[in-house]
């Protein structure tokens, strides 16, 4: 098990309390890494807690099977995901807690408000189910947002680290000006009629009409022509750590 920002380490009891034959624990706050001091002299072996910054972390060099479960510090949230959705293969699962409203984004369906490219990137990397609901009342001190834990489950096809990067620029681009129609939205990727006819979709169309195989469709017209991909980068409001 992986497990981000333990604080004071209660999931991090939790999960030694189960059958996990290991936790690595990354935490970059150094009073949190001495108060979980106790609990590594208590699980020899099981726990190693990482004094570390988990965006620099390579959740992927963990021993093997590797599962991450974590209640996300909410301003590094999105980051965190889109790096691990990029390794997805190396996992089991992940099982996060997030803000409810990013959690609602990742599991929105086509057409709808909250539907957008951390949906498309997500539902295209792995199958993504909401499984709890948590007011700010379970938490101390209580946050002022409610959070939400989701359920990821790594998809059998790993789209390989090309056509990730290209799914990234393409639906930072569909998603930039979602208001415009896709032949608009998606020129600075160039040729934006020619891409969306190799791909047998409609210049008329707005991003947030598009079902996540419509943009795998296009990712792969994309990388076929040679684009170049550019880093994907979302900003996640910043709230209290769970």
């Excluded at 624990?25 to 910054?53: I, N």
């Excluded at 990137?121 to 709890?132: F, P, S």
């Excluded at 990712?219 to 022509?225: F, H, K, V």
Aim: a neutral charge.
């Amino acid at each position: 098990m992986l497990e981000v920002g333990p604080g004071p380490g209660g999931l991090t009891r939790a999960l030694l309390d189960g059958p996990a034959a290991s936790v690595t624990a990354v935490e970059l706050d150094r009073r949190a890494v001495a108060a979980l001091a106790d609990l590594s002299e208590a699980h020899p072996g099981r726990l190693e807690v990482v004094e570390a910054d988990a965006l620099r972390v390579d959740a992927a060099a963990l021993p093997a099977p590797r599962k991450i479960v974590a209640n996300l510090p909410y301003n590094v949230a999105t980051p965190l995901l889109v790096g691990w959705l990029r390794a997805a293969a190396a996992f089991e699962g992940m099982a996060l807690m997030f803000q409810q409203e990013v959690a609602e984004r990742i599991c929105a369906a086509p057409d709808t408000d909250a539907y957008g490219r951390l949906s498309v990137l997500a539902q295209w990397r792995c199958r993504c189910e909401l499984l709890l609901r948590l007011p700010p009342g379970a938490f101390t001190p209580p946050p002022k947002v409610w959070s939400a834990v989701v359920g990821f489950t790594p998809r059998a096809e790993d789209p390989g680290p090309a056509l990730f990067a290209a799914m990234e620029r393409l639906t930072a681009a569909a998603f930039g000006q979602r208001r415009k129609m896709l032949r608009g939205s998606l020129k600075p990727l160039g040729d934006a009629e020619a891409l969306l006819a190799s791909a047998g979709i409609e210049g008329t169309r707005r991003a947030e009409t598009l079902t996540v195989s419509e943009f795998d469709r296009m990712a792969r017209a994309l990388l076929a022509r040679g684009g170049q991909a550019a880093p994907f980068t979302a900003a996640t409001p910043a709230a209290p750590t769970a």
